[in-house]
C-alpha cells in the first residue's frame, strides 16, 4: 500500500470523520485544531507529557508473555500489552493526560468528560485532581449502576458524576449531555473525549496521545521475540486503544491488525455493539461520519453489550476506513465468550481483564489453536476488571 | 419565487416583522401536527419551523429532547413528517415550513431522494443543525435543484472570518441563535444580540431571524425590533407539552397570537 496518511486537514478519513457539529461549537472545535497542532510539536509539550507518562502513568507497561494460557488453548503464543498496569487501571489515561495538558495550556480550568464503563471518567477526574481542575464526569444512569465502584472512584477524586437518564442512559447519551455541557459552557471547559471518535481534532489527536501504546509493543516485540508479532489484536468501541496500538503497525504490512467488536447476544440477534461487523450503515452522530447502528429511518438504535464500555453505536472513523481499505479486519465476540475468555485470563495466568480487554483476548483464543506454535498473537489488554466485579458476579449468580 | 422569500418582501413591505414558531412534528402526536401548523399560522405565524425527531438531540435542551421522545414514542419519521407537511400544504399553499433536524435521518434517506419528497411535498428550507457548511456542499446543491433553501445557523461564538462562509453556503433566511447553550437556555442579552446582528448585516443581504431563548412577549418584542423574525422554539413545545390533548391546538394558538401582538405592537 502506499503512504497512509490520514486525516485530510479537514478531518476526513475517507469518506469516515470530519466536524458534523451545530454551528455553536464549530469555533470551539476551530481553536482546538489549532492548539494541538500547534503544541503537538512543541518540543515542551512533548517532553511534559512522556515525563507525565512515565512517572505518573508508569509507562513504558510491559509486555506479557501468556505462556499457561497459551499452552492450555495451543497453537500461537499471546502475549499481552499491559495497559491494565497502568495508573488508573487502563489505558484512557494517556489520552487524559494528554489532554488535560492542552487544557491547562488554553487556560480551561473545567474540564469534562463522558464515560461508559468508567474508566475515562475514571481518567479524566485523575488528571483533573492531579492539575488542579473542576471535573464534571457523565455517564449514562445505567452505566451508573452496573459500574458503581467506578462511580464511586471518580467522587473520592473530586469529579461531579452526573447520571443521564435520557435516550438508553448510557454512553452515546452521555455524549449527548457532555455536548450540551459544552455548547453551554464553551469558553470556560475543555471537553476531554475519551475516546478515538466525534468531531476532528479529536479522533486524530486521542489517535496520537494513546499511540504511546503502540510504539513502545513495536520496540518491545523485537526485544522479546527478535520480531513483531503475526497479528495485533484489540477491542473497539470508540476504538481508542485499538488505533493506539494499530496506528504504529499500519506500515508494517506482515502484521495483520484485528479489531474486536462486542458481539453482545451475537450479530444475527441484533443486540449487539458491533457497527463495523454487523454491516452498519454510515451516517451522522457526535460530531463525524462513521459506520452507525440504526434503523431503517436513521434513528440511532440502542446496543447491547456485557461490557459498558464497548456498548456505543458508532465507531471511530479511522476504523471505518481500516476496514473499507482491508488494512484491518474486523470480527465480534459475544458476550459469552468474553467471559469465558475472562475466566481463563483469571485462572491460567493471575490477571483479571477488563470485560472489554476480554473481547479482545477471547478472539486470540479462538485463533490460536488454528495457528502454529511459532506464531505471535499480541493482545492489547487494555485494562483491568476490577470495575466489573459486580457485572461479572451477576452473570455468575452470585451475590457480593 | 419561493415562499420564503416572498413572505419576508410581503412583510418588509408593510414594515411587519416575521413570527416563527417551532413544533416538533408528531408532538404530542402525529394527528395534532396538522391541527396545530394551521392554528400557528391563523394565529400569525409567517413561517412554520417543523421539528423532525431524532434519537440523538444533542443541541436541545430537556423540552424539545422530551419532545423529539414523545414524537419516537408514535414512530414518527422523516418520511411522516414530509407526509404532514403534504397535508399541510393542502389547506395553505402559502405559509413556508422549514425542517428542523440533525442530520442523521437524511443521511440513512440519501439527499436525492430526501429532496424529491421534500419537494413534492411542499417543504421550502431545511436547518440541519449538524451540517455546518464545510460538511455540505453536496447537499445544498442537491436542495438548491429541487428548489430548496439551506438555512443556517450563525451563533455568538461564530468568528467573524466564518460568518462570510456561512452566509455564502445559504439561503432563506439566516438563523441567529441568540444565546450559547442548547435551545430553551435562559437570560437573553438584546443588546449583544443587537451587537451581533448588525455585524452578520455586514456580510449579507439575508433576513436574519433570531431564535434560542425568546419565551414571552416581552423578548419577542425586544428582539423583532433587531432581526428580520423571531423563532420561538421551547417556549411553543412547552405549550404543547402544559397542554392537554384537547386544548392543545387552542393553546398554542394563543400563545402565538400573543406573541403576535406584541411584535405587531407600536
Known amino acids: ?400 | 419565487m419561493s415562499r420564503i422569500r416572498n413572505v419576508f418582501a410581503a412583510l418588509k413591505q408593510s414594515g411587519r416583522k416575521a413570527l416563527i414558531p417551532f413544533v416538533t412534528a408528531g408532538d404530542p402526536n402525529p394527528e395534532k401536527t396538522v391541527p396545530l401548523m394551521h392554528a400557528m399560522v391563523k394565529s400569525g405565524a409567517n413561517l412554520i419551523e417543523l421539528g423532525v425527531p431524532f434519537s440523538d438531540p444533542m443541541a436541545d435542551g430537556p423540552v424539545i429532547q422530551r419532545a423529539s421522545e414523545r414524537a419516537l414514542a408514535h414512530h414518527v419519521t422523516l418520511r411522516k413528517v414530509l407526509g404532514m407537511v403534504a397535508e399541510f400544504r393542502k389547506q395553505d399553499a402559502e405559509t413556508p415550513v422549514v425542517l428542523m433536524g440533525y442530520a442523521n435521518p437524511i443521511e440513512a434517506m440519501g439527499y436525492e431522494q430526501f429532496a424529491t419528497m421534500a419537494a413534492t411535498s411542499g417543504v421550502d428550507g431545511v436547518l440541519t443543525v449538524d451540517y455546518p457548511p464545510e460538511e455540505c456542499a453536496e447537499f445544498v446543491s442537491v436542495l438548491k435543484r429541487h428548489g430548496i433553501d439551506t438555512i443556517f445557523l450563525l451563533s455568538p461564538t461564530t468568528e467573524p472570518a466564518r460568518v462570510q462562509r456561512v452566509v455564502d453556503a445559504a439561503s432563506g433566511f439566516i438563523y441567529y441563535v441568540s444565546l450559547r447553550g442548547v435551545t430553551g437556555a435562559a437570560n437573553l442579552d438584546v443588546a449583544d444580540v443587537a451587537s451581533k446582528v448588525a455585524a452578520i448585516r455586514q456580510h449579507t443581504a439575508l433576513p436574519i431571524g433570531v431564535g434560542f431563548g425568546v419565551r414571552d412577549a416581552a423578548t419577542a418584542k425586544a428582539i423583532s425590533e433587531i432581526g428580520d423574525a423571531v423563532v420561538v422554539g421551547s417556549r411553543t413545545v412547552q405549550e404543547v407539552e402544559n397542554s392537554s390533548e384537547n386544548d392543545v391546538v387552542a393553546n398554542v394558538g394563543k400563545l402565538i397570537a400573543e406573541l403576535r401582538s406584541a411584535i405587531d405592537a407600536k
Request: charged share 20%; hydrophobic share 40%.
Open chain 1, 1 to 400: 500500500m502506499g503512504k497512509y496518511d490520514f486525516p485530510d486537514a479537514g478531518g476526513h478519513f475517507g469518506q469516515f470523520g470530519g466536524i458534523y457539529m451545530a454551528e455553536t461549537l464549530i469555533p470551539a472545535v476551530e481553536e482546538l485544531r489549532r492548539q494541538y497542532l500547534h503544541f503537538r510539536d512543541d518540543p515542551e509539550f512533548k517532553a511534559e507529557f512522556a515525563h507525565e507518562l512515565k512517572y505518573y502513568v508508569g509507562r513504558p507497561s510491559p509486555i506479557y508473555h501468556a505462556k499457561r494460557l497459551s499452552e492450555h488453548f495451543g497453537g500461537a503464543q499471546i502475549y499481552l500489552k499491559r495497559e491494565d498496569l497502568n495508573h488508573t487501571g487502563a489505558h484512557k489515561i494517556n489520552n487524559a493526560i494528554g489532554q488535560a495538558l492542552l487544557a491547562k495550556r488554553m487556560g480551561k480550568k473545567r474540564v469534562i468528560a463522558e464515560t461508559g464503563a468508567g474508566m475515562h471518567g475514571v481518567a479524566t477526574a485523575t488528571v483533573a485532581a492531579r492539575f488542579g481542575m473542576e471535573c464534571i464526569v457523565y455517564m449514562g444512569a445505567e452505566d451508573v449502576q452496573r459500574q458503581a465502584p467506578n462511580v464511586f472512584r471518580m467522587k473520592l477524586l473530586g469529579a461531579t458524576v452526573v447520571p443521564v437518564e435520557s435516550g438508553s442512559r448510557t454512553l452515546k447519551d452521555a455524549c449527548n449531555e457532555a455536548i450540551r455541557d459544552w455548547v453551554t459552557n464553551v469558553e470556560s471547559t475543555f471537553y476531554i473525549f475519551g475516546t478515538a471518535a466525534g468531531p476532528h481534532p479529536y479522533p486524530m489527536m486521542v489517535r496520537d496521545f494513546q499511540c504511546v501504546i503502540g510504539n513502545e509493543a513495536k520496540v518491545q516485540m523485537p526485544e522479546l521475540i527478535g520480531r513483531q508479532p503475526d497479528a495485533v489484536i484489540a477491542c473497539v468501541g470508540g476504538g481508542s486503544n485499538a488505533i493506539g496500538i494499530f496506528h504504529p503497525y499500519i506500515e508494517e504490512e506482515g502484521v495483520q491488525l484485528i479489531g474486536v467488536e462486542a458481539g453482545g447476544h451475537g450479530i444475527a440477534s441484533g443486540q449487539h455493539a458491533a457497527p463495523l461487523t454487523g454491516n452498519a450503515k454510515v451516517g451522522v452522530l457526535h460530531g463525524n461520519k462513521v459506520y452507525l447502528m440504526q434503523d431503517e429511518d436513521g434513528q440511532i438504535i440502542e446496543t447491547h453489550s456485557i461490557s459498558a464500555g464497548l456498548d456505543y453505536p458508532g465507531v471511530g472513523p479511522e476504523h471505518c476506513l481500516l476496514k473499507d481499505i482491508h488494512r484491518a479486519q474486523y470480527v465480534a465476540i459475544d458476550d459469552d465468550e468474553a467471559i469465558n475468555a475472562f475466566d481463563a485470563l483469571c485462572k491460567f495466568e493471575g490477571i483479571i481483564p477488563a470485560l472489554e480487554s476480554s473481547h479482545a483476548l477471547a478472539h486470540a483464543i479462538k485463533i490460536a489453536p488454528t495457528m502454529g506454535k511459532d506464531k505471535v498473537l499480541l493482545v492489547n489488554l487494555s485494562g483491568r476488571g476490577d470495575k466489573d466485579m459486580n457485572t461479572v458476579a451477576r452473570i455468575k449468580g452470585i451475590t457480593l
